[in-house]
């Protein structure tokens, strides 16, 4: 604090600082100065090290229906504005525009001028083509929950900048889920003065609960302990439990890009209705859901950002689903780099660019081997879709119905642009394609930050306006009493949640049109075992479900199944092995998690054998230290 205020001088009007999080933030009377100056803060930043903020101090703040008054009468009417959200928490004022691009200094927009009429700062963000109801909730409770956000801010900020105890570092990591298995993602990395929890997932296939969440009883944590939890990516394998530690205590920060943010509200909300509905005990609820909006702190990819006395966190690429990170920890004063992958794909899609490799130093890997085996090669894209073009060709021609069970993120955003553009070019046949459950939700979130896709469709997106999710085949179902309409007689594609059977509008489009031959089941993403999609997979022809009267009947299963490879957002056997050629300099251990047993001891080996690297493969409840 010493070297930041001898570092600013009076002109600024600085009244405070104060810790925000991982942040320094500089509270100011002035904040023109500060901006036009801004070589004052890139040396403070220098200086210290540390990541530091420009806020406008709380005396100079219009009341917020005044400053939001302000900002409707100077908003460029190009700008196409639709949302004007204020974080009194922050003294920040979130405008979501349709065409952002109108509001950048480049284009002549004088954003300083409406921060001094205003008193607020501005973020500026690209608005969702469709309302999105989680993205009105997390509003709504970062707006109710303002003071506690504050303490929390607060809070984290004293205990990442507080003093070491020790100068030298030990690092050690706890796996408490997904090794040798797909399912519960979560690793307790420990250091000398920290304790992060990387990941907090749920095992859908899993028959009981000890094998259904991370084993934190194992590790003896007291949440009160932990630093951090840092998520890779939204799937529910990787974050779905993450409610269940704040109803047992926790009160610490949840770091996460800024996609995963919402995309991980979306699926949590889903999963407690789902329990609602079917009447089963709930691991959490909507309160608790609320507890990790109040809680998570997003960071861009790229910055480097403290979570502890001795840990930095980098946030990059991972090209698997929208905002999916590798989780780069630097520990101590460079005495160790850790990445771990979470899931990635180490090659371009339809969606994003290619997962990140680049980094200056890492010693240890932690690499997700989901496609671990020799035989995972997948056919190349021209290859895949046309055997999507076959499958559902064969299906339609006949009359029938290809029902594709699709994760909401990710993999239906993929497959809706792959068949828009098959159908456009007259490679598909013309049907009616059909949606339901939270795909639109998640396919607006996907609009509201073009940032994160691929670079043709940032620029479609950003620059070109154009909304690649839009077009004349797609009809969404938005309620259950709707879904005769993709039910009615003739053929038709319907996309449904969940991507593995597991609840959601799928099972009952399955129920309906499992039994007929002339329909097809269409399966484009991984099915975890013990998933009922793993199991129909496997070639169970008959499932069991509940009628409204709450008796069970016996589904028979007689349509057509079918898989078909190279959709997946997890990289293939060439590219987990190209990904770890890549890095340099060369590691100095791997450890492999996130797969079926076999791959994980093959991928293991292979690694070992050709790298030359140290290579393990630990099950759940194993503690190794790596430094």
Not at 89 to 97: K, P, S, V
Not at 280 to 285: G, P, V
Not at 413 to 441: A, C, N, R, V, W
Not at 612 to 626: D, H, Q, S, W
């Amino acid at each position: 604090m010493g070297i930041v205020l001898q570092n600013i001088p009076k002109e600024a009007g600085i009244t405070r600082v104060e810790y925000e999080g991982p942040k320094i933030a500089l509270y100011t009377k002035n904040p023109r100065f500060l901006y036009e100056n801004n070589q004052i803060i890139s040396n403070i930043v220098n200086s210290i090290k540390k990541r530091v903020v420009v806020r406008a101090d709380k005396s100079i703040r219009k009341p917020e229906s005044e400053a939001k008054d302000i900002l409707s009468d100077n908003l460029p009417d190009e700008a196409k504005v639709s949302g004007i959200i204020a974080d009194t928490a922050l003294g920040e004022i979130l405008i979501e525009a349709n065409d952002p691009q109108f509001l950048v200094i480049d284009k002549g927009f004088d954003q300083l001028s409406l921060i001094e009429k205003t008193g607020w700062m501005l973020k500026i963000k690209k608005a969702p083509h469709i309302p999105s109801p989680t993205l009105q909730t997390i509003y709504h409770t970062i707006k109710a929950g303002s003071d506690e956000r504050e303490r929390i801010y607060k809070q984290t900020g004293e205990k990442i900048f507080r003093s070491r105890l020790v100068s030298d570092s030990e690092v050690s990591i706890h796996t408490l889920g997904g090794f040798q298995e797909v399912g519960r993602s979560s690793i307790l990395v420990k250091s000398s003065e920290s304790k992060i929890l990387l990941d907090c997932g749920i095992h859908p296939g899993a028959k009981n609960p000890r094998d259904a969440y991370p084993r934190l009883d194992w590790a003896d944590i007291d949440l009160g302990d932990l630093d951090a939890v840092v998520l890779s990516h939204a799937h529910m394998d990787h974050q779905g439990f993450l409610p269940a530690l704040f109803k047992y205590g926790y009160d610490g920060p949840v770091y996460c890009s800024e996609p995963t943010f919402p995309l991980m509200i979306l699926l949590q909300s889903d999963f407690v209705k789902l329990a609602s509905m079917e009447g089963t005990s709930q691991l959490y609820d909507m309160k608790d859901v609320r507890e990790v909006i109040k809680h998570c702190i997003t960071i861009p990819y790229g910055v480097v950002t403290d979570v502890s006395p001795d840990v930095k966190l980098v946030l990059n690429n991972a090209g698997h689903i929208l905002g999916s990170s590798t989780i780069h920890l630097h520990i101590g004063e460079g005495a160790h780099n850790l990445v771990y992958t979470g899931d990635f794909k180490y090659a371009m899609t339809s969606l994003f660019d290619s997962a990140s490799w680049n980094y200056p130093r890492v010693e240890t890997l932690i690499m997700e081997s989901t496609y671990g085996a020799k035989e995972d090669i997948m056919p190349n894209k021209e290859e895949v879709e046309m055997s999507l073009v076959h499958s559902i060709n064969q299906t339609l021609k006949e009359g029938g119905k290809v029902l594709i069970p699709t994760p909401a993120v990710g993999r239906s955003q993929e497959i809706l642009l792959i068949l828009d553009g098959l159908m456009k070019k007259g490679l598909l046949t013309e049907s009616p394609i059909f949606t339901e459950g939270m795909i639109s939700d998640a396919t607006a979130i996907h609009v509201a930050y073009p940032d994160y896709l691929s670079r043709d469709l940032r620029k479609k997106i950003g620059e070109q306006g154009e909304n690649p999710f839009i077009s004349e085949y797609f009809t969404t179902i938005d309620h259950p009493s709707n879904r005769s309409e993709a039910l009615q007689e003739g053929p038709a594609i319907i996309m449904a949640t969940s991507g593995m059977l597991e609840g959601g509008p799928v099972v009952e489009y399955l129920a309906e049109l499992a039994p007929s031959e002339k329909n097809k089941i269409l399966f484009v993403s991984y099915q975890i075992s013990g998933t009922l999609g793993r199991r129909i997979l496997d070639g169970a022809r008959q499932f069991n479900r509940p009628n409204e009267d709450g008796k069970i009947r016996i589904v028979d299963v007689h349509c057509n199944i079918e898989r078909i490879e190279g959709f997946s957002g997890h990289s293939d056997y060439n590219q987990l092995m190209r990904y770890v050629s890549r890095l340099r300099p060369k590691l100095k251990q791997v450890i492999i998690n996130h797969g079926e047993k076999r791959k994980v001891e093959n991928m293991a080996y292979t690694i070992s054998r050709l790298f030359r690297i140290p290579t393990y493969n630990p099950m759940v409840l194993e503690a190794l230290k790596i430094y």
